[in-house]
């Protein structure tokens, strides 16, 4: 919990997520019920994007043309229902439900370290709305049958991204799919669907609040989130909102999804499917934990994310995961290569 509780200090810093979970709703914001889309995956043929942006953080430029080779990729986060499918297969314990191992914790009493993630409970423990370190909070039983911890249940959510999924945990699920996780550049490329150097994932115009284009959060972060999208702190079913050029949805808000690349501030990723930086080389300055657990790149934004604070529900945007960390807002979507792929000492190999 040591670790954790101190990435998850860092977390809170720059990833904005706030607010108690509401009451679960099938209706998105038009009134009408959400659309089930297929769970299927879309075949992309590849080719040479801009990826990055116009720095509107730090983190996230500068663009550069990289090329991605084809792939399919998930249309949907994969939703609670799909995960449960795996751990019934499996016999899988994900991350958060296990004690975690003290020998990753030097220092820590190991009677502080119980199976337990990460919740954004914002608002609520910081009536200021000034101490982000207050905004989200370890607790011991959350996981991802109870996203936000003993007494909660996603047995109502079964068409919403699973959350609280650790970086191994993914990768697992789609170990046993036949298939890997995206790297950075092919969620990049997946998310602009055909739309190059647009600043959103469905051109330039911007979500409002007549017109919520995800489900990300309107208003004043963390203090109102007015839910003009119909899912007011919480996550939305799969598909609520209209699907990006290549037909994938929510690659904008819902949830974060976790990537493959090791995380650096600065977009220096270049050429023919890149993998990204070399882990001796990640880092995240606003953490000094990470440099004994480097993290991973996680993409687009969550149900938390509002212009004023976090505005990162957009392709180019970027963050760190720690990798032992699952959250109520992060989830993932898994990718099958189709083509040639470069083998690298970080196992990311052809899937299938
Ligand atoms: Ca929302």
Redesign the pocket.
């Known amino acids: 919990m040591l670790l954790r509780s101190l990435l998850a200090v860092g977390l809170c810093l720059v990833l904005a997520a706030c607010g108690q979970p509401s009451q679960r709703t099938a209706l998105a914001a038009n009134g009408k019920p959400c659309p089930l889309p297929p769970s299927d995956q879309v075949q992309l043929k590849g080719g040479t994007f801009l990826m990055g942006g116009a720095p509107v953080r730090s983190e996230e430029g500068p663009p550069r043309p990289v090329t991605v080779g084809a792939f399919e990729i998930d249309r949907t986060e994969v939703t609670n229902a799909q995960f449960a499918e795996f751990v019934k297969a499996t016999g899988y314990i994900t991350l958060a439900e296990r004690k975690p191992d003290p020998a990753l914790y030097p220092g820590v009493d190991p009677k502080l370290l119980k199976p337990s993630s990460l919740v954004f409970v914002g608002a609520k423990a910081d009536p200021s709305f000034n101490n982000p370190g207050l905004w989200w909070k370890i607790v011991d039983g959350a996981q991802w049958q109870k996203p936000t911890g003993p007494g909660s249940t996603n047995r109502d959510r079964l068409r919403e991204p699973v959350v609280q999924v650790a970086w191994e945990d993914a990768l697992a699920y789609a170990r046993w799919k036949g298939r890997d996780l995206p790297t950075e550049a092919e969620w990049e490329f997946a998310a602009r669907g055909g739309l190059d150097g647009k600043r959103y994932e469905w051109g330039d115009a911007p979500s409002t609040q007549t017109k919520?284009r995800a489900?990300?959060?309107?208003g004043v972060f963390p203090s109102v989130?007015t839910?003009a999208?119909?899912?007011?702190?919480?996550t939305?079913p799969v598909g609520c909102f209209a699907p990006n050029g290549y037909g994938l949805y929510d690659m904008a808000?819902n949830v974060w999804e976790w990537t493959r690349d090791w995380y650096k501030p600065g977009l220096e990723t270049e050429g023919t499917d890149p993998l990204g930086p070399d882990r001796a080389e990640a880092r995240d300055p606003l953490d000094p934990a990470a440099a004994a657990m480097p993290k991973h790149v996680i993409k687009g934004g969550s149900?938390l994310c509002s212009d004023d604070f976090c505005f990162r529900y957009r392709p180019a945007a970027r963050q760190p995961g720690p990798p032992d960390t699952g959250s109520s807002h992060l989830g993932f979507r898994t990718v099958k290569r189709l083509g040639p792929v470069k083998t690298a000492d970080r196992g990311l190999a052809k899937s299938g």
């Open positions: 919520p489900n990300h959060w309107q989130d839910s999208d119909g899912f007011k702190t919480t939305a808000g149900f």
